[in-house]
């Protein structure tokens, strides 16, 4: 699987401000331990950057060239910040990302045509937010369509079906694995990414990872190509890479419709038990999931 670091991003109360101030340091320490924690490619999330985006991409994407060698995934909705990205990356990056929107799809699918970048295809469509698997689904066949008809292969596209917050709806949340377990026969060789980090929005800190990690273990079940991450999250680095196969099973198993038996289980395993439940519906979601 491919992981995407996703923590130079404008949201972040160190990164926001040294985006802003254009002060190097905080964003090269950050790309350095990233790069150092094993994950493939970094993301560099400028947001909106409506007005300097043009200066600002370039900018960061040399200032993080200047300590790391990944390629990276150009994070904002600004296609002209991303052009003027395409031009300054020495390896070809990712569009981050491409939308359905009619304005959007066409000058996106042009630049990713242009310098021969894949691209990620949010399933963002002219209604906005897909509400089920199905609108998903449609969205995907649209994006690939259009795609396909300016002479970009299904190889270039990774297919983001947009991952939302659990706190939020727990419909989107199995809409999205339900949809990941479809999009083979869908779109075939097209590729898969999600921001994974979205799940855990609006949960306690301390539990997000548990949240994030089991939410990845259900995609992989699935196939999953590739998320963007929390480069610092070792534990599901280690899962990812392979490192745990005892738990993978585990969680594929109650997915398959085993019922956790938790007086054979270690705690770490009770927690990815519980957590399963939770994510695929059968618990309800509260902040104290993981201690009922
Ligand atoms: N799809 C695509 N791109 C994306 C997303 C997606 N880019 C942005 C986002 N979603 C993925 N990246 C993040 C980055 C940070 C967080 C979540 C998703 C996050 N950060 C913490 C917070 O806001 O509380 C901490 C901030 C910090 O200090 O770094 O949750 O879905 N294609």
Redesign the pocket.
């Known amino acids: 699987m491919i992981l995407i670091g ?2 130079i ?1 404008m ?5 926001g401000p040294a985006l802003k101030d254009r002060n190097p340091k905080p964003i090269q320490d950050l790309a350095k331990a990233e790069t150092g924690s094993g994950v493939d490619y970094l ?1 560099l ?1 400028i947001g909106p950057a409506r007005k300097t985006g043009s200066e600002l991409m370039p900018w960061v994407v040399n200032t993080v060239q200047e300590v790391t060698d990944l390629p990276l995934s150009l ?1 904002t909705t600004n296609l002209a910040a991303t052009e003027a990205g395409l031009q300054t990356t020495r390896k070809t990056p990712l569009i ?2 491409v939308s359905l929107q009619p304005d959007r799809i066409g000058p996106g699918l042009e630049l990713a045509k242009k310098y021969d970048a894949d691209v ?1 295809a ?1 399933l963002w469509g002219a209604e906005g937010m897909p509400r089920d698997a199905n609108e998903r689904a449609m969205n995907a066949v649209d994006f690939v369509y259009k795609a396909n008809e300016i002479g970009i292969a299904n190889e270039k596209l990774w297919i ?1 079906p ?2 939302s917050p659990l706190s939020v709806e727990i419909n989107q949340v199995t809409a999205l694995v339900e949809f990941m377990a479809m999009l083979g026969e869908i779109a075939p060789g097209c590729k898969s ?3 994974l ?2 799940i ?2 609006g949960t306690p ?1 301390n539990l ?1 990872p548990w949240l994030n990690r089991t939410y990845l273990m259900m995609l992989m079940k699935h196939g999953l190509h590739s998320a ?1 991450v ?1 480069a610092f999250d070792t534990d599901l680095i280690q899962i990812v890479r392979g490192k745990r196969p005892e738990i993978l099973s585990l969680v594929h198993r109650i997915m398959d419709g085993e019922t956790p038996d938790y007086s054979s289980l270690s705690e770490e395993e009770a927690k990815y038990a519980k957590t399963v439940r939770v994510l695929t519906g059968k618990s309800l979601y509260s902040h104290s999931w993981l201690e009922i």
């Open positions: 996703e923590n991003n949201m972040s109360q160190t990164i993301d999330n994070d981050n990302s990620i949010l983001d947009i991952a990414v999600v921001g980090s979205n855990s929005n800190t997000r963007i929390d």
